[in-house]
């Protein structure tokens, strides 16, 4: 557990748990010392010594005093190094969530990540002052004592240590049982707040839909299994708690029954059997509180085991010396995909050249959304390779691919801020005129003028205040700003309004002859004039691929499929005759 704590620890953080642990161990030695001391002291009194018993009485405040001075500064550096720790795993955690790759994130994470940034972290940080030392002192020093305890009487120590086996292996089973109902109950959590945050997500879809049954049943059976996991955890934790205390409680028993018999044959005096048998009360005390805490171990290291499973997630491959593209052609050279066993795509071989438009169109579910995934290299291909400028991606590296490609998808997600600062994320060096040149080349400036504020406007949360063509404006602008060679466009499906339609339109036509740009086509106009249109088949391969017009001469499945989709744009109400 200690090793975990420090593997997630800057230097900063090491130097103050490594001191804090330093100062633990010495109070809680000089803690035992004074425990072992009460035995002459105690002897002393009994037999009314006053000479020997002011002496001892001197030597105990003395061990005192330094016990005082080694807890203050413990619990000072403790303190410092908590804060210091939260520190360090939020910014490993911040670390590591901008390295995973994109597709990590695609199941959702959201219950896991919040309660690792939240609870977790702060359980975590503040363990060592508020449960480790606890537990160390609950150890130390009743070894201590124990050590010491063979310096007065090698019999009754021999009793304390014979013990020692049994209380550590019911330590160890206290911590074992918490700790598997604690995961257990732990993943509960991240599943039920997950539900939960679904639940509240999804509450427009909900509502329209007008049956919340799926979500209800699916948000109460999670926080069912949160309860149940949890009372699995209260009752594996009591029942291993009360084992623990009875078998600290058969220590002391043990120590009486040793004490007496030893008594009894007077190879023991009465005050020493006394003294010592305070001692071993004193002696059960802090592995009693230790064994309390020991579930708080457990929960730690729960939480520890999420942050070494979330750093064990294995990035992409990344070059030692990325490559160079020569240029920036997207090509597809013998690619096969699949999210499980069964590949999405499958063999599939094009190129995109730069400076020119291919619009990819295919029936739903052929992958068309997949080829833009690969080329932002959310993923890399299980055979084949996507290149840019002749380079496969994972030679180039994701720096070079997260620079050089531009992705607009449907699923725009915008900050809460002004609409200008949503843009100006595409590329923050530039000065606010040039972020408003190319907002307006999107016409995002028609967006701004309607609302209050104007270019300072907020968007709202997700960028609620705007239409989703809104939203694809600002992304496409902010795609605009970026300058990368490579624009990946994913039209809105859903029907767009005039307004929107044609400024998007004006957005391509204005980047088409400058980059290399792929869009999964669904306007007519967009497929009509693109530069080469590649059609899916739906099987994981290309049906046909060509010009608009090369594909119309062909008169195969493209022509059939532009054939219904002009009738079914031209379908018009008729008044009935
Ligand atoms: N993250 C994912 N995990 C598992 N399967 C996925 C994932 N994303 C897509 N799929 C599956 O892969 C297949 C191709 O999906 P993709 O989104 O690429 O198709 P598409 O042609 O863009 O579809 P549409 O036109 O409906 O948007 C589909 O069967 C889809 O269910």
Redesign the pocket.
Known sequence: MIRQLLRYSSPTAQRLLRAELMFIVATAVLQGIAFLLLVPLLRALLVGDMEASARWLIAVVGVCIGYVITTWFSSQIGMKASTELLDSLLTRLGDRLVELPV?WF?TDRSGLLAGLATQGAMFVSNTPYAILRQILTGFITPGTVLIGMYFFDWRLALAMTVMVPVLIFGYRRLQTAIGRSDAIHSDAVDDASGRVIEFARAQPALRSAGDATIADRLVDEALQNQHRAYRGLLISGGAGMATFAGLVQLSLTLLLVVGAYLAVGGSVDVPTLIAVLVLGVRFNEPIVSAGDLGGGVAVARTTLDQFDRLAAVSALSEPESPRVPDGWDVAFDGVTF???DVP?LRNLSFTAPSGGMTAIV??????????T?LIARFYDPVHGAVSIGGVPIPELGTAIVEAAVAPVFQDVYLFDDTILNNIWIGNPDLAREDVIAAATRARVDEIAARLPGGWDAPVGEGGSNLSGGERQRVSIARALLKDAPIVLL?EA?AALDIGNEIAIGAAIDAIRSERTLII?AHRLQTIMTADQIIM?DGEGGIRESGTHEQLLAADGPYARYWKERVEAASWQLAPPR
């Open positions: 597709a695609s699949g999210y499980g999405v295919g029936p739903s579910g052929s992958g068309k959304t997949t080829i995934r994913d499906t999964v899916l």
